[in-house]
């Protein structure tokens, strides 16, 4: 069964602090693997898709690794307005059906 | 960029009623939907997958005659609780997938369900 694990399940930054989030998962056949940032009271946005172990996206101070087994989403000199929670998801069934991690809730400290 | 939208953004109802939410692809279509719901400080659980014109995939355990779902045109989708109760309350989540072939979902802001 694909599953997919994420660490910490909080994590409080300073500014300016860098940082890595943790996307462990198992999975069949790897069709991708998706960040998404969740602010409160709102639904996911999207971030990055990964299809290949090795591949690397970046988007600011955020930047996404992919290897066999898990994924990275690090974050360089963060500022409070990171401040979120992070998803990892895997694409179940062609890409449109996904399986979400727990998250990471990212509190970035003045 | 493709935008989703959903309406109500919160509801409080009493026990007992039904409520609808909405989710709507407002610039692109939307053959399929996908209802998620999300408890406090946990993640999104995947309800169903809405088909336009058919029946709702349903996962395992969710009621499909307490969720009733329809989605009766390429850019709507309609998510209605039934009899609800308070174990109910939650925040329901919809999104859809851009056919532009980046196989990206793109989500609602999500609707927050109080039942009383």
């Known amino acids: 069964e694909d599953q997919v694990t994420q660490s910490p399940e909080a994590l409080r930054l300073q500014e300016g602090e860098s940082s890595s989030l943790n996307c462990s998962y198992t999975?069949?056949?790897?069709?991708?693997l998706f960040w998404y940032r969740q602010d409160p009271g709102k639904g996911p946005e999207f971030l990055f898709t990964?299809?290949?172990a090795g591949e690397e996206k970046e988007k600011e101070r955020l930047k996404a690794t992919l290897t066999k087994k898990e994924s990275f989403l690090h974050i360089t000199a963060p500022k409070p307005e990171d401040s979120a929670t992070y998803l990892c998801?895997?694409?179940?069934?062609?890409?449109?059906?996904?399986?979400f991690g727990t998250g990471t809730k990212l509190q970035v400290i003045p | 960029g493709a935008v989703v939208s959903q309406h109500p953004s919160w509801v409080i109802c009493k026990s007992g009623t039904s409520v609808k939410i909405e989710c709507r692809s407002l610039?692109?279509?939307?053959?399929?939907m996908f209802w998620y719901r999300q408890f406090p400080k946990q993640s999104l659980m995947l309800m169903a997958t809405?088909?336009?014109?058919?029946?709702?995939?349903?996962e395992q355990g969710v009621e499909k005659d307490k969720f009733l779902i329809n989605h009766a045109s390429l850019t709507l989708s309609t998510l209605t609780v039934t009899s609800a109760h308070p174990e109910d309350s939650s925040f329901y989540i919809c999104?859809?997938?851009?056919?532009?072939?980046?196989?990206?979902?793109?989500f609602g802001a999500g609707s927050r369900l109080t039942v009383l």
């Open positions: 990964l299809y290949s």
């Open positions: 610039d692109f279509q939307a053959t399929t």
């Open positions: 999975v069949s056949g790897l069709r991708g």
């Open positions: 999104s859809a997938e851009q056919v532009s072939g980046a196989n990206v979902l793109t």
């Open positions: 998801a895997l694409p179940m069934s062609g890409y449109q059906k996904v399986t």
């Open positions: 809405s088909n336009e014109g058919s029946k709702a995939t349903y």
